[in-house]
């Protein structure tokens, strides 16, 4: 009975405490003596209790046990939460505090560095407690199977158990104090995961409150963001708020602006990382072409290298790509982040640029340069004062002179008009409007707007140096690859240049335009919008898609077809291809490979964008009546290219006849196949016009041609002789078969006249021009001795 009124009081303490007191009370029951235990019941327990029972009640307990202490000593990585969440909560106290400061106006740039530290830290309290919450549930569990243990009766110790109980009383001994051993950690383990998830909880509540609390304060930003905070600048003070020095107003904002750089690069380290390796291998991509190029038996072919932005140790050139590329790798930077990248730039470009360029451009860079650091310091310290409003006009209206000279005098930069001319124009309206917007009491946004300009007219200048600097290593790299017989060997490297400079031209403007946005403090809305619209469930008819999915399919598409076309340049394929080259046969496993590049992609494409196979084949089945009317003819070559593939009644560098036209294969398309004539002319022939035509292959076996040669000589000649002079000079040639012997035959005999016919196997059908030629040069002195009359 005792032990009754002791389970009983336990369970109304547990009524008000809660589970974990059970787990106490349960462990309690253990060490109480079973002699309170009805007769009757502990007769039954122990009577019907056999040893194999209790052998297996046994090992379930200890394998309980051990699952339990194995878990208590994982540790749930508590520490590292502990401690990752008192980083958060320092990094959150700076933002609570201005946000709980009623009175106090936050910038839209402020506001939104504020979100990405809330993002980051939203992210970690998010993934904390989904981990948490799976511990306490496991700790749940466990302390569960404690409580179930330490009620089973077939482990409790009695006085008035069987024979055969008594022999385990040692060992349920042990598994009673072990359980209450492993019950005590299990109740302090989960006592300590439910307080630090209760904490991680409130900081997670603490971080949504904040956000809604910052997304609101952008959205009323938004709407008065061209209204007026400032007096009209005839209305101005003369002086500024009380405390508002210049150096005051500088240290106020470097605190501010400072936190958020120090969060933004101590929790963005992953991105830099990459960026310093895309770094450190173009500077061991353009080191080890400059050794190659050094070599001797290279040096000689390559010929002195000149290159303005590129040396054997391309430090400079490393620094300048890095800090180019920064925007990039690292699209969420602060736009103080981007102002600091964009002063180091500059800092390398001036030091190239004190080398290179002459001293009137060298003086007109400098001045940007400067005119750079002005409009950042005054953005960062302009106030209601009209001197500092005044200062700021006159530095809009010094950058609408330097931008309009600048590219004039600075010439050797090497910009792209069509670069140059969009950049131009967004710099002089940015300065104008941000004059206007002075003049009229909108500070902040001639701020940002003045800010936004002279970063713009900068970064195209880096981006203009980044991309000769490339185009140089390209340059460095082809004549490398071109005099080892490299992959650019075998490529057309006028084209590979253009192309080349085209993608650098389309990075380059991603690059300018996310930094515009980003010091504009529009990105995220910009790149909320493009979401929305790209991600927008769309449907025809019953079929749903979305524009991201079709971008996808476009683009997946063009890649395989641009694949499918330079695949070529990997198998050694000469797009350089001549009629007289030397013959060299390849087989059809390109146009092979084509075919199954073409297919991929358009099955990766098909998956892209998301349309169910059932939905694909009705419409594909609504096409195939087009397909059957309309479409016939490329549906005939596109299988007509797909049995010449296999059948392979020739190859490339083949020499064939089909109709009127001769000519050397260069090329074995999925729909038509091109041919070069001896005239250098390429034609474009359908593979249905191939496969369905009389088609000579005059080299399908081996190369050789049987040539012939007619001569008309007077009817006195002496044939025995000719032939004998014809055929020593034949074979004198380096272009006959040489187990093949001539055959001259007498063609024709006229009136004062003998027509000879010379047949002669030549080793390439390539050749028979130039043997002819050589064979003519040779019979001609010799005819003269012989006084042969040719008619």
């Not at 974990?20 to 327990?45: G, R, V």
């Not at 650098?504 to 909320?528: K, T």
């Amino acid at each position: 009975m005792l032990q009754k009124s002791i389970y009983l009081h336990l369970k109304k303490i547990y009524a008000r405490s809660g589970f974990s007191l059970s787990l106490i009370a349960a462990l309690l029951l253990i060490q109480l003596p079973a002699y309170s235990q009805d007769t009757t019941t502990a007769k039954t327990d122990s009577a019907q209790t056999i040893p194999d029972t209790l052998l297996f009640r046994i090992q379930k307990a200890q394998a309980a046990i051990t699952e339990i202490n194995a878990t208590n000593k994982r540790g749930f990585g508590i520490p590292a939460i502990r401690t990752g969440l008192n980083d958060v909560k320092k990094d959150l106290a700076p933002i609570k505090r201005d946000m709980d400061a009623s009175r106090k106006m936050i910038d839209s740039k402020s506001l939104l560095s504020y979100n990405l530290i809330l993002k980051d830290a939203l992210t970690k309290l998010t993934d904390w407690r989904t981990a948490l919450t799976k511990y306490n549930n496991d700790l749940q569990r466990l302390s569960e199977q404690v409580i179930e243990l330490s009620n089973d009766s077939v482990l409790m110790v009695s006085t008035r158990d069987t024979t055969e109980k008594r022999l385990y009383n040692t060992q349920l001994s042990s598994i009673k104090l072990r359980l209450q051993t492993a019950g005590k950690g299990t109740t302090a383990k989960l006592d300590t995961v439910s307080r630090l998830l209760a904490d991680v909880s409130a900081s997670y509540l603490t971080v949504t409150d904040l956000q809604n609390n910052i997304n609101d304060r952008l959205r009323e930003t938004g709407k008065s963001a061209l209204s007026r905070e400032s007096p009209y600048i005839w209305s101005a003070p003369s002086s500024g708020p009380e405390g508002s020095s210049i150096g005051d107003l500088i240290q106020s904002s470097y605190e501010g602006q400072n936190k958020i750089l120090g969060y933004f690069i101590s929790t963005t380290w992953d991105n830099r990382i990459l960026l310093l390796l895309a770094g450190v291998l173009f500077y061991i991509w353009v080191f080890r072409n400059y050794k190659s190029a050094r070599k001797a038996e290279l040096q000689q072919q390559i010929g002195e290298l000149d290159f303005k932005y590129l040396a054997p140790y391309p430090v400079l050139a490393t620094i300048i790509l890095v800090l180019n590329l920064t925007p990039l790798f690292e699209p969420d930077s602060p736009s103080m982040y981007i102002e600091l990248t964009q002063f180091l730039l500059l800092i390398a470009i001036t030091v190239h640029f004190w080398k290179t360029l002459p001293k009137a451009d060298l003086n007109y860079w400098l001045m940007i340069v400067a005119l750079y650091i002005l409009v950042i310091v005054t953005s960062m310290v302009v106030h209601d004062a009209i001197w500092m409003r005044l200062w700021l006009i006159a530095l809009n209206f010094i950058a609408l002179y330097m931008g309009y000279y600048f590219f004039k005098k600075l010439v050797r930069i090497n910009v792209a008009e069509r670069l140059i001319k969009p950049v131009l124009f967004i710099f002089f309206a940015l300065n104008v409007l941000s004059i206007v917007l002075n003049i009229f009491g909108r500070i902040s946004l001639a701020r940002v707007f003045s800010t936004t300009a002279i970063i713009g007219l900068t970064q195209i200048v880096g981006l203009a140096v980044l991309i000769q600097i490339l185009t140089d290593a390209l340059e460095l790299q082809i004549k490398v690859s071109s005099c080892s017989n490299g992959l650019f060997s075998r490529i057309n490297l006028s084209t590979t240049r253009k192309s080349f400079k085209k993608i650098l031209s389309v990075v380059a403007v991603v690059l300018w335009l996310l930094v515009l946005l980003i010091n504009l403090s529009i990105a995220g809305g910009v790149f909320a919008l493009l979401q929305h619209i790209l991600n927008r469930d769309r449907s025809f008819g019953s079929v749903k898609f979305t524009l991201n999915n079709v971008l996808f399919f476009g683009v997946i598409v063009y890649l395989a077809n641009m694949l499918q076309k330079h695949v070529g340049v990997l198998f050694g394929e000469n797009n350089s291809l001549k009629f007289d080259d030397k013959v060299e046969h390849k087989g059809s496993k390109l146009a092979l490979i084509r075919l199954v590049i073409l297919i991929i992609g358009v099955l990766l494409a098909v998956t892209a964008s998301g349309i169910p196979l059932d939905k694909l084949t009705v419409v594909l089945g609504a096409l195939s009546v087009g397909i059957g009317l309309g479409m016939q003819n490329i549906v005939n070559n596109f299988v007509s290219g797909i049995i010449l593939i296999f059948e392979k009644p020739f190859r490339i560098g083949d020499y064939v006849e089909l109709a009127d036209k001769k000519g050397k294969v260069q090329d074995i398309g999925i729909r038509s196949s091109k041919m070069l004539t001896p005239q250098g002319s390429e034609v474009i022939i359908p593979n249905g016009d191939l496969l369905s035509g009389r088609l000579v292959n005059w080299t399908l076996s081996n190369d050789f041609l049987k040539t012939e040669l007619v001569f008309k000589v007077s009817i006195d000649t002496d044939l025995q002789a000719l032939s004998k002079v014809i055929e020593e000079e034949i074979e004198k040639t380096d272009k006959i078969v040489k187990n093949l012997p001539p055959e001259i035959l007498i063609n024709t005999i006229l009136l004062d006249a003998v027509e000879l016919k010379v047949l002669v196997w030549i080793t390439d059908i390539y050749s028979e021009a130039g043997f002819k030629t050589d064979l003519y040069k040779r019979l001609l002195p010799r005819f003269k001795e012989l006084q042969v009359k040719v008619m």
